[in-house]
Every structure is written in structure tokens, then in C-alpha cells.
């Protein structure tokens, strides 16, 4: 538990300490179907052998015990935002989300993810296990976006947010801001897509 305060006390944004709220990204998988070119998960020399090797499930919700055991003794709440690569190929997953929903009931949970594997069924699924938001990255218009990830991303991405949309999540998009894409941020893409989730968030992160 020790070691476990000392990791999160230092690279805890000490707002959410201020908050009294704990929100864990908790990486399932590095496997990803997408290319994305700013991804530093390629870049890490152990990537190959995590892909075949992940975290097993039992340690996967000792550590989420640990987690919510110590916010607890903080007096803070705890959110999971759940993601990978792609946390939906992660042969742990499901097993995961239905731990959490049994165990901790009320933990909000989100969805950090791509659009490929997002179904009607898929996010049924996933809300009956207390998921409440699934958050999908869309980093420019169509040409932009497809430049950066994957050809035909962009369409497929707008597919899904209407989907989560139409079963009762929260969509949320995450825009990376770099230099090859900022433009797209600050002109048309902030008018037009935003409308997307109706309801959803769109929150932005440098790259």
C-alpha cells in the first residue's frame, strides 16, 4: 500500500487531490487496431512482449482494490476511466467491468477507446456493467484525422459517438492538439462537431 500512495501521490494531479476525487486511467492492453502517428506506446522497447503479456485479470482487481482502499482513507471518491490501446481487445475486459459494477456498484466508469468494436450491442453491454461514458478520439477534420490514425477512422468515429449517444452514454471526444492539426481546433471542426454528441464533451490534450 505504501508503494501505492508513493506512485499515485506523484503523478496525481494535485487538482483532482483538491476535489477530493481520485480518477485512475487504468491501461488494460496495448493492443490497438489504429496507427496513430504521435502514439508513444510503439515507441517503448518491453511493447512487443506486453502485447502477448498482459497484467493478469487477478492483479488487474488487487490493484483496483488498492485503489479504492486508499481513496478511501483519503476521504476522496474514485472514478476509472478505463482504456488501452484499445481496452475492448483486451481479453481481461469485460471481466473487469463486471468486477468493478459487483464489487464497488456506484464507481463511475468511462470508456477510453476506439470507434472499430463500438456496436449497439457493445454499449448495451457496457452500460449494463456501470459504464457511463466512452470517449473516443477525433484529432481534426476527416483528412487531418485519417492522416494521423487511420484511414476511414474519422467516419467510422462519427458512427460510434451517434450510437453511444442514441444508448444513454455520455460521448465524449478527446482532440489531441499538435501542430499538424490545431487549425482544424480552432476553425471549423470546434462549429461542426461538437453537435455530434448532442450531449457529449469535448476535451483536448497536447501531442
Given at each position: 500500500?505504501?508503494?501505492?500512495?508513493n506512485?499515485?501521490?506523484?503523478?496525481?494531479?494535485?487538482?483532482?487531490?483538491?476535489?477530493r476525487?481520485?480518477?485512475?486511467?487504468?491501461?488494460?492492453?496495448?493492443?490497438?487496431?489504429?496507427?496513430?502517428?504521435?502514439?508513444?506506446?510503439?515507441?517503448?522497447?518491453?511493447?512487443?512482449?506486453?502485447?502477448?503479456?498482459?497484467?493478469?485479470?487477478?492483479?488487474?482487481?488487487?490493484?483496483?482494490?488498492?485503489?479504492?482502499?486508499?481513496?478511501?482513507?483519503?476521504?476522496?471518491?474514485?472514478?476509472?476511466?478505463?482504456?488501452?490501446?484499445?481496452?475492448?481487445?483486451?481479453?481481461?475486459?469485460?471481466?473487469?467491468?463486471?468486477?468493478?459494477?459487483?464489487?464497488?456498484?456506484n464507481?463511475?466508469?468511462?470508456?477510453?477507446?476506439?470507434?472499430?468494436?463500438?456496436?449497439?450491442?457493445?454499449?448495451?453491454?457496457?452500460?449494463?456493467?456501470?459504464?457511463?461514458?466512452?470517449?473516443?478520439?477525433?484529432?481534426?477534420?476527416?483528412?487531418?484525422?485519417?492522416?494521423i490514425?487511420?484511414?476511414?477512422s474519422?467516419?467510422?468515429?462519427?458512427?460510434?459517438?451517434?450510437?453511444?449517444?442514441?444508448?444513454?452514454?455520455?460521448?465524449?471526444?478527446?482532440?489531441?492538439?499538435s501542430?499538424?492539426?490545431?487549425?482544424?481546433?480552432?476553425?471549423?471542426?470546434?462549429?461542426?462537431?461538437?453537435?455530434?454528441?448532442?450531449?457529449?464533451?469535448?476535451?483536448?490534450?497536447?501531442?
Amino acid at each position: 500500500m505504501a508503494e501505492l500512495q508513493n506512485s499515485i501521490l506523484y503523478g496525481l494531479n494535485r487538482g483532482l487531490m483538491g476535489n477530493r476525487e481520485l480518477m485512475v486511467q487504468l491501461h488494460l492492453t496495448v493492443k490497438c487496431d489504429q496507427n496513430c502517428t504521435h502514439c508513444y506506446l510503439h515507441e517503448d522497447s518491453y511493447y512487443k512482449s506486453l502485447v502477448t503479456n498482459e497484467l493478469p485479470k487477478e492483479k488487474i482487481l488487487n490493484l483496483i482494490d488498492d485503489i479504492v482502499l486508499y481513496a478511501k482513507r483519503q476521504n476522496m471518491t474514485t472514478s476509472f476511466h478505463i482504456t488501452g490501446g484499445d481496452p475492448i481487445l483486451s481479453k481481461n475486459f469485460w471481466e473487469v467491468l463486471e468486477a468493478i459494477k459487483a464489487k464497488y456498484h456506484n464507481i463511475p466508469i468511462t470508456i477510453m477507446g476506439n470507434s472499430y468494436h463500438v456496436t449497439e450491442t457493445s454499449i448495451r453491454e457496457m452500460k449494463k456493467r456501470g459504464v457511463l461514458q466512452y470517449q473516443i478520439s477525433l484529432d481534426g477534420l476527416e483528412s487531418t484525422h485519417d492522416m494521423i490514425r487511420k484511414k476511414g477512422s474519422f467516419e467510422d468515429g462519427i458512427r460510434a459517438l451517434s450510437i453511444i449517444h442514441e444508448q444513454g452514454l455520455v460521448a465524449a471526444v478527446m482532440f489531441t492538439v499538435s501542430r499538424r492539426n490545431y487549425k482544424d481546433f480552432l476553425g471549423q471542426f470546434t462549429r461542426n462537431y461538437t453537435q455530434t454528441t448532442k450531449r457529449g464533451l469535448l476535451t483536448t490534450n497536447k501531442g
